[in-house]
């Protein structure tokens, strides 16, 4: 699959089809990482969205309106994103069920409301536009119909499933699944609840901050539409 991917952009030069993919791949990104949370850990996460968007518009603010480098936009974007779910994660930590959903899903509308209520520093209900675009040497990542881009977003993409692969199989991975499987066994074997449930959000908050970072300088706008 990754090699179909890898050789797309060598067999067709459509700019249709390379923003789509582009997109897609992004999207599989922000999919992949949710199956942390909301498919071993079994915690009906919401806020994911939020995540994506947050470092998106994290992104845009430092680098257009403060002057960062577009280079630090990915670390910037993991930043927020991780600081984010921290904030959402605090409330949750021994709820669950609908009061989960309920928690993580309004943290989305929050940050919309915030958004749209700080015109100045967001762009309100118009967003934020001219983000500048990642460039080496005089290259755009622009330029030949996005292809810097596209392979960004695919690295990006082998990364998170690479990450997520190893998460499966590894001893805190065994935790998450273990409090979803059966809590109350799992905390009287010693399984800290709240740590790890704290370590899966922020875990899989890293990658839809990277993506966010890379969506905002790709389309070069962040709006309120990332929130749904």
């Known amino acids: 699959f990754f090699l ?17 993919s582009i997109i897609a791949i992004m999207y599989a990104v922000l999919v992949s990482s949710w199956n942390i949370s909301l498919g071993y850990g079994g915690v009906f996460n919401f806020a994911h969205m939020a995540f994506f968007a947050v470092g998106a518009y994290a992104t845009g603010i430092l680098t257009k309106t403060f002057g960062f480098s577009p280079w630090l936009g990915i670390p910037i974007g993991i930043a927020a994103s991780v600081a984010a779910s ?17 928690v993580t899903f309004a943290f989305g509308q929050l940050c919309l409301q915030i958004v749209l209520n ?9 967003g934020l536009v001219s ?24 690295a990006i993409l082998a ?16 935790r998450v699944v273990a409090l979803r499987d059966n809590e109350p066994y799992a905390i009287s074997r010693g399984v800290p609840l709240a740590r790890t449930r704290l370590a899966t959000f922020a875990f899989s908050a ?11 300088q790709y389309v070069r706008s962040a709006s309120p539409d990332m929130f749904g």
């Open 4 to 20: 179909v991917l890898l050789l797309l952009p060598l067999v067709n030069g459509d700019s249709y089809v390379r923003h789509v």
């Open 86 to 102: 921290v904030i959402v994660c605090l409330p949750v930590l021994r709820l669950k069920g609908i009061y989960v959903i309920l």
């Open 118 to 126: 700080q015109r100045d520093l967001t762009g309100g209900n118009f």
């Open 131 to 154: 983000i500048p675009p990642l460039a080496v040497d005089g290259f755009s990542f622009r330029d030949h119909q996005n292809i810097g881009y596209y392979y960004l977003a695919l």
């Open 159 to 174: 990364i998170t499933v690479a990450a997520v692969s190893w998460f499966a199989s590894s001893r805190f991975g065994w």
């Open 206 to 216: 890293i990658f839809p901050g990277a993506i966010g970072a890379v969506y905002a």
